[in-house]
């Protein structure tokens, strides 16, 4: 007789599908990060236009690649590089260290 | 006749000048000559051109350097020598023709004094920046591009670094996890509930694998929780402090694993309800230990004391035990788990059974009503990957053990009964728990329904005054007042019953 000791652990017929965990009820586990690049990075780059100042514009361009990849939003990116290029039109000189 | 005999020197010396000048034209740039024979910046340098062309003769040595740096320091320069030729020609002036005639003989041979006050009158002006047409001057901007650059290669390496990693852990167990689940790999997108056969990629370093379809088991859910190597900042962050990968592996309903993998991997199970006795414990490191005390609800709730040392149980010291009672230690801590604990427990971060599992403490907001919130049988399995963030693929055949580990616990657990006295205990701590708490939120309950029950005067009352017929009105407010009347009794009646009672 043979006896299978090792039954078959698995149930075809117990089949659960997964649900992704609900982010709402547990917003610790979400990262914080991104979000807070992002919104320096818009921050930086409004002030390096309106401002224009060359290094707000780099630290602008800086925070929305660190977020970018995250969040996959391409506002913050696409207004950093537009601030980066507006100071340079606007001012074709090299930057100068802010200190 | 006359007049040619005057003319005749005249022009002679005439010649004899550009020749001169011709012949230090060799010795001097070409700006020099420019410089000479422009006619209206440089018209003063024509008016005083003999004795500028003496001053400067007298040094062809220095000018052969200066004559090497930028056309725009020559405007500079020629500026300055023109200011200190100027200051040389009111003191040379009385000098020129003797200057002249030496010149013209000896044609600067053995002349290499040089006037020192000319020489040292020379300064080379800085050229601003923004003048200069050098790439050198954007050095800031290089450095940002190159940080950018940097950055992005950092990205890519650290993604295809965390995906190789995962692929080499799921390779390895990928056996292992067909053959104890029907599916392997689900992301739930799909209609059919067909094995993906793949990780499941959250973002560039956690992967999830979600496992169905077996005994004692509603699901296992599987994390990859990777260091972010992509992120350049956190890799710069790691030097300074050290960490590690981690598998979580979380099985509900059927086993509870939590399995803590030192590489966070986090393994979750969740159990059928008659799978599963009631009960709360916990293994780990005893830092790990020590927060997830503070952090998780149901351990902070049932297991109030401290964690006690894993060496009373065989186990190494450097394990600790939270438990809600020491029967459930003595279950789970039969031989075979004492042994995988004991050979893995430097990559055991924590493992956590719990019937009452609800996830970490959550912080309520103020003025909401509170529930209990919703508990599942859990296991919670952390396990830290070796190699304390320099790991490699070949790292991850070291967690094999470790799933063997899950799977055995989720078996096992189905079989650990409690005895009767365990499970009176284990049942007064969890209506123990539930009194507790409706007591905490029984004043803000209170307090909700106080603030309902205004809102519902209010809105009468509105409705009271926005009614136009006088009439109604009127009669609006007599039910009103009827009715607060009759609240007031049946208070009164309620205070008189319990007065009664209490005698």
């Keep these: 007789m043979t006896v299978n000791n090792m039954a078959d652990p698995r149930r075809p017929n117990k089949i659960f599908r997964y649900k992704p965990p609900n982010t709402e009820t547990n917003p610790t586990l979400e990262d914080p990060t991104p979000d807070y690049m992002n919104l320096l990075g818009m921050i930086f780059s409004m002030c390096g236009l309106m401002l224009k100042l060359k290094w707000c514009a780099w630290i602008a361009v800086y925070c929305s690649f660190i977020s970018f990849k995250s969040l996959k939003c391409n506002a913050s990116g696409l207004l950093s590089i537009s601030a980066v290029v507006m100071s340079y039109l606007q001012n074709p000189q090299p930057m100068s260290p802010p200190w | 006749m006359r007049h040619l005999v005057f003319l005749l020197p005249a022009l002679l010396l005439l010649l004899a000048l550009p020749d ?7 010795d001097f740039d070409d700006g020099e000559d420019i410089a000479e024979f422009d006619d209206n910046d440089f018209a003063e340098f024509e008016d005083v051109s003999e004795d500028p062309a003496v001053d400067v003769e007298k040094e062809p040595p220095p000018r052969a350097a200066p004559s090497s740096t930028p056309i725009e320091d020559e405007e500079d320069e020629a500026t300055v020598e023109n200011e200190d030729g100027q200051d040389e020609f009111e003191d040379a002036d009385a000098q020129d023709q003797d200057m002249y005639s030496k010149y013209d003989n000896e044609e600067f041979e053995g002349h290499e004094k ?3 006050s000319f020489k040292d009158t020379l300064i080379y002006r800085e050229v601003p920046a923004h003048l200069q047409n050098s790439w050198e001057s954007y050095y800031m901007e290089i450095l940002m591009v190159t940080g950018l650059l940097a950055y992005i290669m950092n990205y890519i390496i650290g993604k295809n670094k965390n995906s190789r990693l995962a692929q080499a852990w799921f390779n390895s167990h990928r056996e292992l996890l067909e053959s104890n689940f029907a599916l392997v790999g689900d992301d739930g997108t799909s209609k059919e509930a067909t094995s993906t056969g793949k990780l499941n990629q959250e973002n560039e370093h956690i992967y999830n ?17 990777f260091l972010k190597r992509q992120d350049l900042l956190n890799v710069l962050a790691r030097m300074m402090r050290p960490v590690c990968d981690q598998v979580v592996v979380v099985s509900q309903k059927i086993v509870l694993l939590s399995l803590t993998l030192p590489f966070p991997q986090q393994v979750k199970v ?7 006795d009631t009960f709360v414990f ?4 005893r830092k790990a230990m020590a927060r997830l005390q503070k952090e998780m609800q149901d351990l902070s709730e049932f297991c109030g004391d401290k964690p006690k040392s894993g060496a009373k149980y065989g186990i190494p010291e450097s394990l600790s035990i939270l438990s809600e009672m020491g029967e459930v ?3 789970v801590m039969d031989s075979k788990m004492v042994h995988y604990l004991t050979s893995h427990a430097d990559k055991i971060e924590s493992i956590h059974f719990s019937d009452q599992f609800s996830g970490p403490k959550v912080m309520q907001e103020e003025g909401q009503p509170l529930k209990l919130p919703e508990t599942k049988k859990t296991l919670l399995f952390t396990f830290n990957v070796p190699g304390m963030g320099n790991t490699s693929p070949k790292d991850m055949d070291s967690l094999l053990p470790l799933m063997n580990m899950v799977i055995y616990s989720i078996d096992k657990l189905k079989k650990l009964r409690l005895n009767r006295e365990g499970k009176q ?3 007064r701590n969890r209506a123990r728990v539930e009194e507790n708490f409706l007591k905490q939120t029984h004043a803000q309950r209170q307090e909700a329904a106080q603030t309902r029950r205004e809102e519902k005067k209010r809105a009468e009352k509105e409705r009271i005054m926005n009614e136009e017929d006088p009439d109604r009105q009127r009669r609006l407010e007599e039910a009103a007042q009827r009715r607060e009347q009759k609240k007031l009794e049946k208070k009164q009646m309620k205070m008189k019953q319990i007065k009664v009672k209490a005698m």
């Design chain 2, 20 to 26: 001169t000048r011709g012949r230090y034209n060799d």
């Design chain 2, 329 to 331: 230690t003595d279950g």
């Design chain 2, 270 to 276: 969740t159990l059928n309800d008659e799978d599963m």
């Design chain 2, 282 to 285: 916990a293994v780990g490191s």
């Design chain 2, 114 to 116: 040089t006037n020192p």
């Design chain 2, 209 to 225: 694998l979600w496992c169905s379809g077996r005994v004692c088991c509603e699901g296992m859910l599987i994390q990859l929780k």
């Design chain 2, 425 to 427: 205990k284990a049942d």
